[in-house]
């Protein structure tokens, strides 16, 4: 099923008719990836955020206790309106499609840029985005980056891969550095064994994809490592989006660039 505005897609998430990833969804509009914590968890983790800007770039904070976007999915409701999340209580994981049985008063949403805001520019360059070529989700790998510790949070840096043309490397970098709001440009490019990637066959998270002939494995953070700063913490609860199961957000691609010009 395809979608045209981002409120569709929400509206299809509450009412159980989408639970599926999100790449390629309502072009020109940005999404965001999701962490909700307890109030108590929120100073570290946001401060996390302020010593690990590229990885988790904060698109917003909402209030202890209040599911409702104020401004970049405004109306929207963070307990019905991601495909999937995935909960962590007392050292347990489990994925459902929606949190409102177990919502707290208590707790903090904090939304964060996703780099599948930026690959309609990507396109647009002339790049090809794999994943969304072959219907499936970006693969995703914890890498030995260490995240910036900030209180009870810490772990590896998650990142995500795109096979890119050798040839249109600097094309991929030019075009997503104007978004430093959604991990900006790349933060490895070529051998995965830099970043302590075995097999780029398999990935920690989402989906392998081909790689090609005169092709390069291209790396940029990505905000599933929030997911692995909390599992690092061992909370005893704490909810994410399932990876590349996004929150679509009203804001616009370009809302979240940088004029650039080189």
Not at 47 to 72: H, K, W
Request: proline share 9%.
């Amino acid at each position: 099923m395809t979608y045209d505005t981002p409120a569709q897609v929400r509206a299809a998430c509450r009412d159980g008719r989408h639970a599926s990833p999100t790449p390629g969804f309502c072009d020109g509009f940005a999404q965001a990836n999701v962490v909700v914590l307890p109030k108590r968890y929120a100073w570290d983790f946001l401060l996390l955020c302020q010593r690990n800007p590229t990885p988790l770039p904060l698109l917003e904070v909402y209030d202890a206790g209040d599911p409702i976007s104020r401004s970049m999915a405004p109306g929207s409701d963070i307990r019905t309106d991601c495909p999937r999340y995935i909960v962590l209580e007392k050292g347990k994981t489990r994925e459902v499609t929606d949190i409102s049985d177990i919502w707290q008063d208590d707790l903090v949403t904090f939304l964060l840029g996703c780099s599948f805001t930026f690959e309609s520019g990507l396109m647009e360059a002339g790049v090809p985005v794999r994943h969304i070529e072959e219907n499936r989700n970006v693969p995703m790998y914890r890498s030995n980056i260490q995240l910036t510790p900030a209180g009870v949070f810490s772990g590896p840096m998650v990142v995500s891969m795109r096979p890119v043309p050798a040839r249109l490397v600097p094309a991929a970098v030019l075009s997503t550095a104007r978004f430093p709001a959604v991990h900006g440009a790349p933060v490895w490019v070529g051998d995965p064994h830099g970043l302590g990637i075995e097999y780029l066959d398999r990935p920690d998270f989402g989906d392998a994809v081909t790689m090609r002939d005169g092709e390069l494995p291209v790396f940029w953070a990505c905000g599933v490592s929030g997911l692995s700063a909390v599992t690092t913490a061992g909370m005893d609860f704490a909810i994410t989006h399932a990876p590349g199961h996004m929150l679509m957000l009203d804001a616009r691609d370009s809302e979240l660039g940088a004029n650039i010009s080189i």
